[in-house]
């Protein structure tokens, strides 16, 4: 059975860094592209960036309201894929999911992040 | 990048008859390598992560009623529901993979 597992949302600050964990299990992790979405309350999806399985070369994209302040990494050894987030927003208050995109696509049940002052 | 635009924003359908949502790619969603489309559908009920339905635009996901259907290439795509059901009260998105994702805006849909 397919299982993403995330963890680390948190209340913090304008400005302020958080890091958010994956963890993935029943699939062939280290060959999927896995991405990170979000959801602000009442409103739809939004890619919020991606990486790319290490034999792709684990390239990364990010959407552009989180480019420069968010990072995604992965470690294939223990399956986890990862978010970094720095200089938090208020507009960054959302459900994160991490999303493998295989062949059907799998989410997790997301983690709550509150950027408030 | 890749623009998706769902039509219509809400969908209000009888018990029993028949849902089509719309979902317009700004590109050809079409890959000729595996000679797929990488656009996918999901449903999202309040509280609960998205389900993927369909992938490969027109594959159902594992356990999914067959009255959900996906069809259309290239660019343009549909989810049906062939007769709607109480349960399938929900806003769905369309999901492009094939460049860096975007999602559709979602679409609304009500018991009439």
């Known amino acids: 059975e397919v299982q993403l597992v995330e963890s680390g949302g948190d209340l913090v600050k304008p400005g302020g860094s958080l890091g958010l964990a994956c963890a993935a299990s029943?699939?062939?992790?280290?060959?999927?592209?896995m991405s990170w979405v979000r959801q602000a309350p009442g409103k739809g999806l939004e890619w919020v960036g991606r990486i790319a399985p290490t034999t792709d070369g684990g390239t990364t994209d990010y959407a552009a309201p989180v480019k420069g302040r968010f990072s995604i990494s992965r470690d294939d050894s223990k399956n986890i894929l990862y978010l970094q987030m720095n200089s938090l927003r208020i507009e960054d208050t959302a459900v994160y999911y991490c999303i493998a995109t295989t062949a059907p696509p799998h989410w997790g049940q997301g983690t709550l992040v509150g950027v408030s002052s | 990048d890749i623009v998706l635009t769902q039509s219509p924003d809400s969908l209000s359908v009888s018990v029993g008859d028949r849902a089509t949502i719309n979902c317009k790619s700004s590109?050809?969603?079409?890959?000729?390598?595996?000679?797929?489309?990488?656009l996918a559908w999901y449903q999202q009920k309040p509280g609960q992560p998205p389900k993927t339905l369909i992938y490969?635009?027109?594959t159902r996901a594992s356990g999914v009623p067959d009255r959900f259907s996906g069809s259309g290439s290239g660019t343009d795509f549909t989810l049906t529901i062939s007769s709607l059901q109480a349960e399938d009260v929900a806003v769905y998105y369309c999901h492009q993979f094939f460049t860096t994702d975007t999602f559709g805006q979602g679409t609304k849909v009500e018991i009439k």
């Open positions: 029943g699939f062939g992790f280290s060959n999927a592209y």
């Open positions: 490969w635009a027109s």
């Open positions: 590109q050809s969603l079409f890959s000729s390598s595996n000679s797929k489309n990488f």
